[in-house]
């Protein structure tokens, strides 16, 4: 009886929130993917917090007003390493998979809901609700000031018509699941057209998609797992931007793409690529969205930089790859649909130098290699000029904001916004 | 008093509170969808009425025209959900002394007046005769319904664009200052 | 249900969007009041149709006519709303003093 | 059929329908694929389980009855949907004389009925998934109108047992080609699935029901699943010829018909991309209201024929 208990509790569905910090991303994503533990978008949905990856510590009043926001019962797992940023969590290792160590959790959970864990902030509105103006409003006036805690809607100038309405601010970030994980923006908004942005926090160092690539600048590695790896990590970026625009069929073709392309198969690219136009993805996207103005292109890195027609790539210089006849691929508008469209190519021409390259004795690049995100392990990464946040998403709606951000990889954008982590 | 008089009388009572709770809310976009809780009992006692058609329709124009009201408070208002409390009215014994007048004098109309009572037949079909009314003998009735309707949306789009014949509408428009005492000066 | 207890129900709605109409300040809500007023109508009209007209078509035409005045109101209101807003960012009666540009 | 049997009987199909629609979903995610974040939740009967237990959590101020009268209004809406539906060819739950004006009302309270649930949370991403809704609603409503006016003309009646027998001789779906997919936009959108989700999306963490937890988040979904039942029988019947049919009861065949549009719709919300609002809205006006006047005209001119 005890066996078959076990046994009904392991096939329970749980539905865990992912908090994802440095370096975690494309692992929580195997994770939801193969196990079928069900990841969710929002937290009230989840009854586990997932803290996968480490959490700088700025961020950690973030992830405690996280933690409340689970409905009871709920629990809290640590996967990674170092000390974990909230008191009373499961501690997995983070080369163990936190499978198991979630269904027990939500198992005992069910057993006994008083095991849930409990709230680490007061749960009181920032200012107490009270009137002091003639009509019991907070402030002095009708609008603006921060009457009970929270900043009032204050009228601003409406970017697209003129009429001048109530904008309000907003921070969004950094366990948001549209955006990379990490990054914080303060938004003023009107309606959902973005009036201003803040950059808050940059997305979060992801040293996992760069790994074998950091690695093959201290020691040899064999060229084609690299060209694998950088294939995986394009179909896993399309991946992710399909999903935020609803085209479930094709984020799940994207990411299976990825899993085979780690084993070098590179079957199905071709119809993707078709179905990018057949389910609306490529079409539903505004042209010309997401170009950087002629003061910005300078900022642009990797796949971004060719989508936007300029052939600097790394690998054109590097010898196995001249041996293989390599030419880089561009695109011409700089887009969005561009970098899409980029990674596509480049992944499809990963796969065909991999199959090339195959015999290729291990080769270490200590002058710098091109990474999945752009140069890698060349002094002048970092010193260009920084990508401003507020002059590429100022005046679009937010649907089309998400899109923007999430056509760069993380890692990228994380560069594009001048951290420089080598 | 029979079921549909309970009935008749519930829904009226809806319809009132509903109306009279419009301006007694805080929220706009409670106050909007008070109207249209009115609108539907209003239009339910039409269907009890034997309006089958003209009920139905009443409910699902004003639930458009309400999402599209509650829109434009939120849009216009300072403070649309109300959390910070406010009375914007004016001349508000007038108004009620108005209100109650027209009540009234309207009622004592209808208790005074002796109407006929030549009730609907029972079983009339009433939905076709209508369409049938609407594209026959009245259809210049119908038609010019139809043209002021084509000109309030030209209307409306002129007068609520931006760009107008001479450039823009709104150049050289002085934002007043956001204290409500302080008068027009444009 | 007699037409006199519809047409008082009417007559209070009718009274009700009277005292909205005057008393509001936010020209929204002072249209909130005129469509109050016509609801009252149309619930007046449609209960003459049916119990002193003995289903008459023109009874419902008019209705139907009142629900066109209605939307017409409501178009052009909203649309007077943003002119004004647009040229001097007032959305209450008391401070449209004069009516030239 | 009594009031007390015709409830009783619409709430009965909207389960069954539910559970239904349940199975199409999980079905779809085998066959088309997992992702590794999915915002719609499962519908389950675990989940069930585990929503009742799960505490429904709050926001700072926000409209509470609004927010929980919500999914019960989009429930209720969906259950006056099923309820106009004919069953047999000559019998609905609610046979009304204006059925199809009926639906217009369910259509546009649908709408409504999101964005409240959207504005009371008081919080950033449910009222975007809101305001977007409405923009896009009211316009694929428009939409849907002028189709069902369509279906209309060759019954000479708004009466949806007069459209079934109209489609005797031949479906709606075949006399007027551009009715059915017009329709089928609507229906995504207001069941919030796939390329016209605008309420509930992922660019927005579940939009409108981002906030919910517990017992009013099941009620959502739940609701939405049932909206889809609603949707599915009447484009049925009104495309479809409904319970019309050779050899099989007329139950069935709207079933089996039901079904097919049910899993039409769930695949095309998996397969299809979300266009940006803004593109999607000049879409709407420029490209198929036009294309719904055209529709209109043909099944003018086939009900003059």
């Given at each position: 009886m005890a ?5 009904w509790?392991?096939?329970r569905p ?7 910090g440095e370096?975690?991303?494309s ?8 196990t079928g ?11 586990l ?7 700088p510590?700025?961020s ?6 996280l ?12 996967w990674?390493?170092?000390p974990?940023?909230?008191p009373d969590v499961?501690e997995?290792e983070?080369s ?20 849930s864990s409990?709230d680490?902030?007061?749960n ?6 009270q009137?002091?103006g003639?009509?019991?409003q907070?402030?002095?006036?009708m609008?603006?000031g921060?009457?009970y ?10 970017l ?9 601010e ?9 955006l990379?994980?990490?990054l ?8 959902d057209v ?7 926090q940059?997305?979060?160092?992801d040293?996992?998609?760069?790994a ?27 991946g992710?931007?399909?999903a935020?625009?609803g ?11 990825a ?7 590179g079957?199905?690219?071709g119809?993707?690529?078709?179905l990018l136009w ?8 505004a ?10 292109q300078?900022?642009l890195?990797?796949?971004?930089l060719?989508a936007?027609?300029?052939?600097d790539?790394?690998?054109s210089r590097r010898?196995?790859y ?6 880089p ?13 980029q990674w ?8 065909a ?15 710098g290699?091109e ?5 890698l ?8 000029p ?10 679009l709606?937010w649907g ?6 999430a056509?760069f990889?993380?890692?990228?954008l ?5 951290e420089a982590?080598? | ?14 319809a009132l509170?509903a109306?009279w709770?419009?301006f007694?809310?805080?929220s ?14 209003v ?6 009425l034997?309006?089958?058609?003209l009920g139905?329709?009443?409910i699902f ?7 599209v ?17 406010m009375?914007?009215?004016h ?12 009540f009234?004098?309207?009622g004592?109309f ?5 109407l006929?009572?030549?009730p ?9 005769p209508?369409?049938?009314?609407l ?5 210049l ?5 139809g043209?002021t309707l084509?000109?309030?949306?030209i ?6 664009s931006?760009s107008?014949?001479?450039?823009p509408s709104d150049?050289?428009?002085v934002p007043p ?5 302080a008068?027009e000066k444009? | 249900?007699?037409v006199?207890a519809i047409?008082?129900v ?8 009277v005292?909205g109409t ?18 009252g ?8 149709w049916?119990l002193?007209?003995?289903?008459l078509?023109?009874g ?8 066109a005045?209605?939307?017409?109101e409501?178009a052009?209101?909203?649309a007077?709303?943003?002119a004004?807003f ?8 008391d ?7 | 059929?009594?009031?007390l ?7 009965g199909?909207l ?11 999980a ?6 694929g997992?992702v590794?974040l999915?915002?719609?939740d499962?519908l389950?009967?675990e ?5 009742v ?10 409209d ?7 999914p ?5 809406l969906?259950a006056a ?10 019998r609905?739950a609610?046979?009304v ?28 991403l449910?009222l ?8 896009i609603?009211?316009?694929v409503m428009l939409v849907?109108?002028?189709v ?13 047992t007069?459209i079934v027998e109209s489609?005797?001789g031949?479906?709606n779906?075949?006399r ?18 796939g390329?016209?989700d ?6 927005l ?18 609701a ?5 039942v609603?949707f599915a029988?009447?484009?049925a019947?009104?495309?479809l010829?409904?319970?019309l049919?050779p050899?099989?009861?007329g139950?069935v065949?709207?079933l089996l ?5 049910a ?5 095309l919300g ?8 803004s593109?999607?809205?000049?879409f ?6 036009p294309?719904?006047?055209?529709d ?5 001119l086939?009900?003059?024929?």
């Amino acid at each position: 009886m005890a066996m078959r208990h076990g046994q009904w509790s392991s096939h329970r569905p749980v539905r865990f929130f992912a908090a994802v910090g440095e370096s975690a991303q494309s692992r929580v994503e195997r994770l939801a993917l193969r196990t079928g533990l069900q990841r969710v978008a929002t937290p009230r949905a989840a009854s586990l917090l997932l803290i996968a990856g480490g959490i700088p510590e700025q961020s950690w009043p973030a992830l405690r007003r996280l933690h409340d926001q689970l409905p009871h019962p709920r629990g809290a797992l640590y996967w990674g390493e170092g000390p974990p940023p909230l008191p009373d969590v499961v501690e997995v290792e983070p080369s163990d998979t936190p499978a198991t160590a979630m269904r027990r959790l939500q198992a005992e959970l069910e057993r006994d809901p008083r095991a849930s864990s409990q709230d680490l902030l007061p749960n009181e509105p920032p200012a107490p609700w009270q009137g002091k103006g003639p009509h019991g409003q907070g402030g002095e006036g009708m609008m603006g000031g921060t009457p009970y805690g929270r900043p009032m809607t204050m009228r601003g100038d409406e970017l697209r018509d003129g009429l001048r309405l109530d904008a309000h601010e907003v921070t969004v970030g950094p366990f948001a699941p549209m955006l990379p994980p990490g990054l914080a923006l303060g938004l003023r908004l009107q309606g959902d057209v973005i009036q201003q942005v803040a950059l808050i926090q940059p997305p979060f160092r992801d040293a996992a998609a760069e790994a074998p690539f950091a690695e093959a600048l201290d020691r040899p590695v064999a060229v084609a797992d690299l060209e694998r790896a950088r294939a995986a990590h394009h179909l896993r970026c399309v991946g992710r931007f399909c999903a935020l625009r609803g085209a479930l069929a094709l984020a799940a073709r994207a990411h299976a793409s990825a899993e085979r392309a780690r084993a070098g198969n590179g079957a199905g690219l071709g119809t993707l690529g078709r179905l990018l136009w057949l389910s609306g993805l490529r079409p539903g996207i505004a042209p010309g969205l997401g170009t950087l103005g002629p003061a910005q292109q300078g900022c642009l890195l990797g796949p971004a930089l060719r989508a936007a027609g300029r052939p600097d790539d790394l690998r054109s210089r590097r010898d196995p790859y001249t041996g293989a006849g390599f030419a880089p691929v561009t695109q011409r508008n700089g887009d969005v649909r561009a970098r899409i469209d980029q990674w596509l190519a480049e992944a499809r021409q990963a796969l065909a130098l991999a199959a090339r390259l195959e015999h290729q004795p291990p080769v270490a690049f200590a002058a710098g290699l091109e990474g999945p995100a752009g140069p890698l392990g060349t002094p002048a990464t970092g010193d260009g000029p920084r990508l401003d946040l507020d002059a590429l998403l100022r005046g679009l709606e937010w649907g089309e904001a998400v899109s923007v951000l999430a056509s760069f990889s993380p890692q990228a954008l994380r560069r594009m916004l001048g951290e420089a982590d080598r | 008093m029979s079921w549909a008089d309970a009935i008749f009388w519930l829904l009226a009572a809806t319809a009132l509170l509903a109306g009279w709770r419009v301006f007694r809310t805080d929220s706009m976009v409670r106050a909007s969808f008070f109207l249209l809780a009115s609108f539907i009992a209003v239009g339910a006692i039409m269907l009890m009425l034997g309006a089958a058609y003209l009920g139905f329709a009443t409910i699902f124009m004003m639930a458009v025209e309400m999402m599209v009201m509650a829109l434009f408070m939120v849009m216009f208002m300072m403070n649309p959900a109300g959390l910070n409390p406010m009375s914007m009215v004016h001349q508000h014994g007038l108004a009620i002394v108005a209100g109650l007048v027209t009540f009234a004098g309207l009622g004592a109309f209808a208790l005074s007046v002796d109407l006929p009572s030549r009730p609907l037949p029972a079983g009339a079909e009433v939905t076709a005769p209508l369409g049938r009314e609407l594209l026959g003998p009245s259809m210049l009735v119908f038609e010019s319904a139809g043209v002021t309707l084509l000109a309030t949306m030209i209307c409306a789009v002129v007068l609520s664009s931006r760009s107008g014949r001479f450039g823009p509408s709104d150049a050289g428009s002085v934002p007043p200052s956001i204290d409500p005492t302080a008068q027009e000066k444009s | 249900m007699t037409v006199q207890a519809i047409l008082i129900v009417a007559a209070a709605l009718i009274g009700l969007g009277v005292y909205g109409t005057l008393s509001q300040q936010s020209i929204v809500m002072l249209m909130m009041g005129l469509e109050l007023i016509i609801n009252g109508v149309l619930l007046a009209t449609v209960g003459f149709w049916s119990l002193t007209a003995a289903g008459l078509p023109e009874g419902q035409l008019l209705a139907i006519v009142a629900m066109a005045v209605m939307a017409v109101e409501m178009a052009i209101g909203f649309a007077l709303v943003v002119a004004v807003f647009r040229r001097r960012e007032v959305d209450m009666t008391d401070r449209l003093g004069t009516m030239s540009h | 059929m009594s009031p007390l049997g015709a409830l009783g009987v619409t709430l009965g199909v909207l389960v069954a329908g539910v559970v239904l629609v349940g199975l199409l979903d999980a079905l779809a995610r085998l066959v088309l694929g997992p992702v590794p974040l999915e915002t719609p939740d499962r519908l389950t009967l675990e989940g069930l389980r585990g929503a009742v237990r799960r505490q429904s959590l709050t926001t700072e101020h926000p409209d509470l009855a609004a927010w929980r009268l919500a999914p019960a209004a989009y429930l209720g809406l969906a259950a006056a949907g099923l309820a106009l539906v004919p069953v047999a060819a000559d019998r609905a739950a609610v046979d009304v004389e204006a059925g199809i004006v009926v639906w217009g009302a369910v259509e546009s309270l649908t709408v409504i009925a999101v964005f409240l649930h959207g504005w009371s949370s008081n919080s950033l991403l449910p009222l975007l998934g809101a305001y977007r809704f409405v923009a896009i609603g009211l316009s694929v409503m428009l939409v849907s109108m002028f189709v069902l006016i369509g279906a209309a003309l060759p019954a000479e009646s708004l009466r949806l047992t007069a459209i079934v027998e109209s489609q005797r001789g031949l479906w709606n779906a075949v006399r007027q080609p551009l009715g059915l997919p017009l329709f089928l936009l609507l229906g995504l959108a207001i069941t919030l699935r796939g390329p016209m989700d605008y309420a509930d999306s992922a660019d927005l963490a579940g939009g409108t029901s981002a906030e919910d937890s517990g017992a009013p988040r099941l009620a959502w979904q739940f609701a939405r699943a049932a909206m889809l039942v609603a949707f599915a029988t009447m484009a049925a019947t009104v495309f479809l010829g409904g319970p019309l049919g050779p050899l099989l009861p007329g139950p069935v065949w709207l079933l089996l018909k039901a079904g097919f549009v049910a899993a039409l719709l769930v695949a095309l919300g998996r397969l299809l991309a979300r266009p940006d609002a803004s593109r999607m809205l000049t879409f709407i006006w420029v490209v198929l209201l036009p294309l719904s006047f055209l529709d209109l005209a043909i099944a003018g001119l086939e009900t003059l024929r």
